[in-house]
T-cell receptor
Framework: AQSVTQLGSHVSVSEGALVLLRCNYSSSVPPYLFWYVQYPNQGLQLLLK??????LVKGINGFEAEFKKSETSFHLTKPSAHMSDAAEYFCAVVYGNNRLAFGKGNQVVVIP | DAGVIQSPRHEVTEMGQEVTLRCKPISGHDYLFWYRQTMMRGLELLIYFNNNVPIDDSGMPEDRFSAKMPNASFSTLKIQPSEPRDSAVYFCASSSERFSGNTIYFGEGSWLTVV
């Protein structure tokens, strides 16, 4: 069964520093992978998605993620954190008929 | 284009009352999903529909929960009777293989508190 692992429920990063959120997946077939962001009291917004095209995927708000099949990873990065990046981030993998399996999420705190 | 629209955004109800959550998917999308988000369990898929037909309801916690999709533009999730442990955020989402490349779009969520 497909599943997603996100380690470290809370991630603190200084403003201007690199944001790195790790995601590892298990999938028996080539995956569709997503990163979603959830701002406080809001729904989930798509950041970016991997659909077997380019392995480096660029998303909104300066985020990007790299698909590495050999490592079964899809880590999310942003070179320079901004205060507005404070949110919860979810990695997800599609399985069977567009269903999403979500990771536990990373709560990102940006320190001024 | 309008996104996935959910109502109510917030609901506070007493234990034992019936709760009905509503969802309007994105026009043209043929998949509709109901998710529940809690601190303890994260995001869980409750049920999903394809072309208005329920495909998998294995995530529905118990018989108190029911979902319907009478037409392509409307779905409901009903809890009867409600219990405090049902307090959560309920998300509706929709997608289309043809029009969104498997991207699943979420509504703003319905924040349910059962007291």
């Amino acid at each position: 069964a497909q599943s997603v692992t996100q380690l470290g429920s809370h991630v603190s990063v200084s403003e201007g520093a690199l944001v790195l959120l790790r995601c590892n997946y298990s999938s028996s077939v080539p995956p569709y992978l997503f990163w979603y962001v959830q701002y406080p009291n809001q729904g989930l917004q798509l950041l970016l998605k991997y659909t077997s095209a380019a392995t480096l995927v660029k998303g909104i708000n300066g985020f990007e993620a790299e698909f590495k099949k050999s490592e079964t990873s899809f880590h999310l990065t942003k070179p320079s954190a901004h205060m507005s990046d404070a949110a919860e981030y979810f990695c997800a993998v599609v399985y069977g008929n567009n269903r999403l399996a979500f990771g536990k999420g990373n709560q990102v705190v940006v320190i001024p | 284009d309008a996104g996935v629209i959910q109502s109510p955004r917030h609901e506070v109800t007493e234990m034992g009352q019936e709760v009905t959550l509503r969802c309007k998917p994105i026009s043209g999308h043929d998949y509709l999903f109901w998710y529940r988000q809690t601190m303890m369990r994260g995001l869980e898929l409750l049920i999903y529909f394809n072309n208005n037909v329920p495909i998998d309801d294995s995530g529905m916690p118990e018989d108190r929960f029911s979902a319907k999709m009478p037409n392509a533009s409307f779905s409901t999730l009903k809890i009867q009777p409600s219990e405090p442990r049902d307090s959560a955020v309920y998300f509706c989402a929709s997608s289309s293989e043809r029009f969104s490349g498997n991207t699943i779009y979420f509504g703003e969520g319905s924040w349910l508190t059962v007291v």
